[in-house]
């Protein structure tokens, strides 16, 4: 059932959020792209981008330290067409998956669709089916929307609170990160 904007046949959009990882390559720049590459997209408003938190990995620790933040769009995609856009965010950024859990140079995953959830897997779960669980997801998530409701699990802030935050640090404060454009490598210095 999708909802239209009364008045307009153009349906009506529907608040997502998503996770976005990065640990090989260049995290904070790979991580800047996707928050622009997000926002050009047709279909997707970046509303919100919480700040930059570096995290110790979770699951498979032989690999480097993850960058990670969450960001707010508002979409009229349905979620399997917004799933395809993150993939595609993801391979255009280079991203070739070895092993599971494995370094990456970006990773996008959904986190939260209009508070539905949806079992389609494996090629889509929604709520994700770890966030609840992440803090690595829970704190820059808490900083958008603590008072959102996770299906199955209940409120952000609530969920955050529970979560061990010792593996998560503060890298860089929301809008500093994403919004500094790199300065260009000075010659000879
Ligand atoms: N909520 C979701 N967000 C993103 N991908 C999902 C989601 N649910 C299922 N998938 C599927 O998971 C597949 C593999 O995802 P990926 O390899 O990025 O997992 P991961 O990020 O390494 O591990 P995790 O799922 O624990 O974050 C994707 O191709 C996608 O089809
Ligand atoms: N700290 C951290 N650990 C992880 C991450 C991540 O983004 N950050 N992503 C994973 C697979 O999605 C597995 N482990």
């Known amino acids: 059932m999708s909802r239209v904007r ?84 993801e391979r255009r950024a280079g991203r070739v998956r070895l092993r599971r859990w494995g370094p990456r140079t970006l990773d996008i995953d959904l986190l939260w669709y209009g508070g539905r959830v949806i079992h389609d897997p494996p090629r889509l779960i929604v709520p994700h089916p770890r966030a609840a669980e992440r803090a690595f997801v829970l704190i820059p998530w808490a900083e958008l929307a603590p008072g959102t409701v996770v299906p199955g699990h209940g409120r952000v802030a609530d969920l955050c609170a529970a979560a061990d935050p010792s593996g998560v640090w503060l890298e860089e404060p929301a809008p500093a990160w994403w919004q500094r454009q790199e300065s260009p490598p000075t010659s000879g210095e």
Request: net charge negative.
């Open 6 to 89: 009364p008045g307009s046949d153009e349906p009506a959009p529907v608040r997502a959020y998503l996770g976005l990882g990065a640990n090989l390559g260049r995290p904070r720049e790979q991580l800047r792209w996707a928050v622009a590459a997000l926002a050009q997209e047709p279909g997707i408003t970046v509303t919100g981008v919480a700040s930059l938190y570096g995290s110790r990995p979770v699951g498979v620790t032989d690999q480097p330290d993850f960058l990670n933040t969450v960001v707010a769009v508002d979409t009229t995609l349905p979620p399997g067409q917004l799933l395809d856009r993150m993939l595609e965010l």
